[in-house]
């Protein structure tokens, strides 16, 4: 028995992360020490472990341990909502409260390049911005009449709530081409997951992204030390023998590559690509867009289900614009032998090595099928402990129009911006359906299905009611709160869920 006092307790810094994740591994085959696996470790040695046990014996969550940090900068808000798309995710994208997004300029889809089409697109993206920066100006004006500085509060923190207030509401009139950037912390198994993902993408941009990332991860690294210690290095001049000072350089100037070996084999899945084909004309054929009936409620907590049933409704509301209760009336009058043909989509084009598609994830107790504006989708699609099945992007729901904006006397120039979007959008669908999307402001409805655990609906009741929130999504999860207490009054009263969102004082952020 070892004494109490042999514990060994300690941080890892500075090693390569495919270096750290054969160190880990080797915890398995080895009684070698972590420190002690680092001191002996190469990357030839890495990489010679990771061929064998990572790609021949399928031992994937050996990347599970190659943590990386990855800048995804100046794409569009299109592609970032793909980037972020991704289940076990950490991340940050920049906020539409704390930025002018009119000065990141906007995204250039390749198809319209040298097409009639493109000054079409560049002079709406452009009266879009312009109207996004006068409405921002014109909000901050009249929510400084409309709410007066409270006494103890400074200046300077008023003027960045009525900002704040302000782009919250002028944030609906950014097209998805408006430029963001996404900063991530994932594992090598989940960069893998997403370049496959986005590899397997219709949009050219987001398949470039996944080429981009493979790059990235495979390529020498930024690093933030090499600057201050080449000074370093110089300054060695004429104090240390030539030997030891080039020894010092290669040592401090070697170039990292944080996991060329654990997703060199990621590519476009042909898995993905054929089974979303396959199910979305299957679902066109029987949900053909002019038979939807929109629902009264844009929240609605869905009734449970038999597992083969939730499944192939899911499989279905992909693949449509239809509300999921719309769906699952027409499921309801199908055969088990119909069903089942539908479950065999799902699995029809799968390889050996493929991850059923996200719509197979069933049984979860709540599922609610939403429909809000896509600058709400954008935050509510962060959380992880969800099953999130989102529907393409459309004009065909409409669009939110902002309290604010119809209290200052701007909607008819927001719903003229709007409509002409959308017939921008029209008339790019006629030929290049893929490039269409971003011209459609945020404002614009996405229908999703949200699919979790009480203790995840109870941790966004909370969190996203909170005073400091954006209204959007407060009131979609306030709702979304009413729906599970009509249901399970019982478990409702455990939930801490602020009211906030029916407050007059909106200075208090």
Known sequence: MRPNDDRRVYAIFGSDPELVAYAMAKYSRSSLAMR????????????????????????????????????????????????????????????????????TGYYLPNPLRSTPLERTYKQLIEHLFAEYYDFVQKLEDFLRV????????????????LKARAFDSARYLLPLATVTSVGQILSARVLEEQITRLKSNPVDEIQDLGEALKRAASEP????????AQKAVENLNGKVPEELKKELADLAFREVKVAPTL???????????????????????????GRMQETKRKVELLPQEALLTETVNTLLYKGSNFPYTQIAKVTKKMSPAKKREILAMAYKHRGKHDDV????????????????????????????????????????????????????????RYETAMKKAMSVYREIEKSLPESANYVLPMGF???????????????????????????????????????LQKEWPELAKSIRVHESWFEQDRLRR
């Open 36 to 103: 002690e696996s680092l001191a002996e470790l190469n990357q030839q040695k890495a990489e010679k472990f990771l061929n064998t046990f990572y790609f021949q014996y399928g031992h994937r969550s050996i990347a599970d341990l190659a943590h990386l940090c990855l800048a995804v900068e100046n794409i569009s808000m299109l592609a970032a909502m793909e980037i972020v798309d991704e289940p076990k995710w950490d991340g940050q994208e920049r906020s539409t409260r704390y930025q002018d997004f009119r000065e």
């Open 146 to 161: 409309q709410m007066a500085k409270p006494p103890e509060m400074q200046e300077a923190a008023y003027a960045r709530t």
């Open 221 to 228: 690294a930024f690093d933030l030390t090499r600057s201050s």
């Open 263 to 289: 997703i060199k084999y990621s590519d476009a899945s042909a898995y993905l690509i054929d089974t979303q084909k396959e199910l979305r004309s299957f679902s066109a054929k029987l949900f053909p867009d």
């Open 357 to 412: 598609i996200r719509e197979m994830r069933s049984g979860y107790t709540l599922k609610f099928d939403i429909l809000m504006d896509i600058g709400s989708f954008r935050d509510l699609q962060r959380h992880r402990r969800c099953v999130k099945v989102a529907q393409n992007i459309t004009p065909l729901h409409g669009f939110e129009i902002p309290e604010d904006i119809k209290a200052a006397r701007l909607a008819r």
């Open 445 to 483: 409805r996405r229908r999703a299905l949200f699919k979790m655990d009480f203790a995840e609906a109870q941790y966004i009741f909370e969190l996203r009611t909170a005073p400091q929130g954006h209204f959007s999504y407060k009131a979609v999860a306030y709702n979304m709160f009413l729906e």
